[in-house]
């Protein structure tokens, strides 16, 4: 997932407002939010995230890589180690010693990484999609899909 991660070094995220009127919330997988552990991301995101908060939520796109957002790069790894990742998953691949090695390695090492990247690619294509009651696709990734 380490190696995988790294297609956040391109594209982009609509991210939901902070709940928070007092910090930027930073990440919304399965609609958990942490608050942002570099204040400079706070502060580049703040307008782009929709401040301040408001009763609906209005989506906005931000890139996922705001340094490099149109180049396939390992970017993203030097945006791991300073913090400055929009979601709460690429923050927390510092937490663990092994996947913290493997982001210092993908970062110093580029042409391994994406050697690695597309293995493991192509492997997860592999992976069978579920179908009928087995799976969904969400239209709101934050929520599941009403089931009528």
């Known amino acids: 997932m380490v190696t995988l991660s790294g297609t956040h070094t391109i594209g982009r995220s609509h991210c939901p407002p902070s709940r928070s009127g007092s910090t930027t919330s930073v990440g919304s997988w399965g609609g958990q939010t942490r608050p942002s552990t570099q204040p400079m991301l ?56 092994w996947t913290a090695k493997m982001v210092h390695f993908n970062l110093a090492v580029e042409k391994a990484w994406q050697v690695k990247f597309a293995k493991a690619l192509a492997k997860m294509g592999k992976v069978q999609v579920l179908t009928s009651d087995e799976g969904e696709i969400r239209g709101k990734c934050f929520a599941a899909n009403p089931h009528y």
């Open 42 to 97: 706070g502060t580049s995101r703040r307008g782009a995230l929709g401040r301040p908060p408001t009763t609906r939520w209005t989506p906005t796109v931000v890139p996922l890589d705001p340094v490099t957002p149109t180049t396939f790069d390992n970017q993203y790894y030097k945006n791991v180690l300073a913090h400055k990742v929009l979601f709460v998953s690429d923050n927390t691949l510092l937490d663990n010693p």
